[in-house]
């Protein structure tokens, strides 16, 4: 993709408009690939499997290792810190605000916090950081969400089922992280400048591979839902998240990108995020876990549908606001 900001200085909506127009292409030829028969439940599966465990470590190892900005130390702590608050936080301020909306345990709460606060931290996100800032960037946001991984697995888990602590930490141990793990020590041996080229074009092949797939394996888990158009919308859930998830939450996190002692590529990591719509994981778990996996499908289709209009203007007021 072509870098805008340096060329164009700050993008105009419509110029936004078009970096994300791609991204919800793919992720509608996912559904009609579903809806034509050509993608069945069990692909969708087979789908996800293959990008969390080969493809998206390998997307992660390729940007990671050997990333010159991984080289200042406030890039290696302060994102998964920031990934985990700004997404644990959410969780559990969605929480609080659900109550006093009128949800309640049985009834929605704990899937409306658990959905509202899961913001979309990798698929959306990395083409545009891509796009924006270039590859870079995409490390800074990699390492980001480590923090977002054990925000979901240890608050979110322990606030949509009420397992134990124990069990949230048992998922950490997954391709992703062991991926990031791998390409951290790479960094520490130097191992970037002795990897054999048809290692390294392996990897990256891998690589390129994760975002357009994912998307369309997203696209296909969604045609489901989408076959009920009337269950898609509900007059309590649906403004409510859209209101969270659109609105308050992004104006505190650019709020917090402009105050933190953290590197312009994490503001810019934050930036992105400000603007994303909920993340299409909180279905997933919510079936897995005993939650109302029709409460995180509102959420999600309500927040990625008016996030088309939201997205562009929630990045441009940040470009202007952090730089």
Same mark, same amino acid.
């Given at each position: 993709?072509?870098?805008?900001?340096?060329?164009?200085?700050?993008?105009?909506?419509?110029?936004?408009?078009?970096?994300?127009?791609?991204?919800?292409?793919?992720?509608?030829?996912?559904?009609?690939?579903?809806?034509?028969?050509?993608?069945?439940?069990?692909?969708?599966?087979?789908?996800?499997?293959?990008?969390?465990?080969?493809?998206?470590?390998?997307?992660?190892?390729?940007?990671?290792?050997?990333?010159?900005?991984?080289?200042?130390?406030?890039?290696?702590?302060?994102?998964?810190?920031?990934?985990?608050?700004?997404?644990?936080?959410?969780?559990?301020?969605?929480?609080?605000?659900?109550?006093?909306?009128?949800?309640?345990?049985?009834?929605?709460?704990?899937?409306?916090?658990?959905?509202?606060?899961?913001?979309?931290?990798?698929?959306?996100?990395?083409?545009?950081?891509?796009?924006?800032?270039?590859?870079?960037?995409?490390?800074?946001?990699?390492?980001?969400?480590?923090?977002?991984?054990?925000?979901?697995?240890?608050?979110?888990?322990?606030?949509?089922?009420?397992?134990?602590?124990?069990?949230?930490?048992?998922?950490?141990?997954?391709?992703?992280?062991?991926?990031?793990?791998?390409?951290?020590?790479?960094?520490?041996?130097?191992?970037?400048?002795?990897?054999?080229?048809?290692?390294?074009? $392996?990897?990256?092949?891998?690589?390129?591979?994760?975002?357009?797939? !994912? %998307? &369309? +394996? /997203?696209?296909?888990? @969604?045609?489901?839902?989408?076959?009920?158009?009337?269950?898609?919308?509900?007059?309590?859930?649906?403004?409510?998240?859209?209101?969270?998830?659109?609105?308050?939450?992004?104006?505190?996190?650019?709020?917090?990108?402009?105050?933190?002692?953290?590197?312009?590529?994490?503001?810019?990591?934050?930036?992105?995020?400000?603007?994303?719509?909920?993340?299409?994981?909180?279905?997933?778990?919510?079936?897995?876990?005993?939650?109302?996996?029709? $409460?995180?499908?509102?959420?999600?289709?309500?927040?990625?549908?008016? !996030? %088309? &209009? +939201? /997205?562009?203007?929630? @990045?441009?007021?940040?470009?202007?606001?952090?730089?």
């Amino acid at each position: 993709m072509t870098r805008v900001v340096g060329v164009l200085g700050v993008p105009t909506y419509f110029e936004l408009l078009a970096l994300i127009a791609p991204i919800f292409a793919l992720i509608a030829i996912g559904s009609v690939a579903r809806y034509a028969g050509w993608l069945t439940a069990e692909s969708d599966a087979s789908l996800l499997k293959l990008v969390v465990n080969v493809l998206y470590p390998a997307l992660i190892f390729k940007n990671v290792l050997g990333n010159p900005a991984l080289a200042d130390p406030r890039n290696v702590f302060w994102p998964p810190l920031v990934g985990f608050g700004t997404m644990a936080g959410g969780i559990l301020l969605a929480w609080w605000i659900g109550r006093g909306l009128g949800f309640s345990k049985g009834k929605g709460l704990r899937t409306f916090a658990f959905a509202v606060g899961i913001f979309n931290y990798g698929y959306i996100p990395i083409p545009l950081m891509q796009s924006l800032f270039g590859p870079e960037s995409i490390g800074v946001l990699l390492v980001h969400n480590v923090g977002c991984e054990v925000a979901i697995w240890t608050v979110g888990v322990l606030v949509l089922s009420g397992l134990s602590l124990r069990d949230g930490w048992k998922r950490l141990v997954s391709g992703p992280v062991i991926a990031l793990l791998a390409a951290g020590a790479g960094n520490v041996m130097g191992l970037d400048a002795v990897m054999p080229a048809a290692v390294d074009t $392996t990897i990256g092949m891998a690589a390129a591979c994760a975002i357009p797939i !994912g %998307l &369309i +394996a /997203i696209g296909s888990t @969604l045609s489901e839902s989408l076959r009920r158009p009337a269950q898609l919308f509900s007059a309590r859930v649906t403004p409510a998240a859209c209101a969270l998830r659109l609105v308050l939450f992004p104006a505190i996190f650019l709020g917090l990108a402009k105050v933190l002692p953290i590197s312009l590529e994490l503001k810019r990591v934050m930036m992105v995020e400000a603007a994303m719509p909920a993340g299409v994981i909180p279905i997933l778990i919510a079936r897995h876990y005993g939650g109302k996996p029709l $409460t995180a499908v509102q959420v999600v289709i309500g927040t990625t549908a008016v !996030g %088309l &209009i +939201a /997205i562009p203007l929630w @990045l441009r007021i940040g470009l202007a606001w952090i730089g």
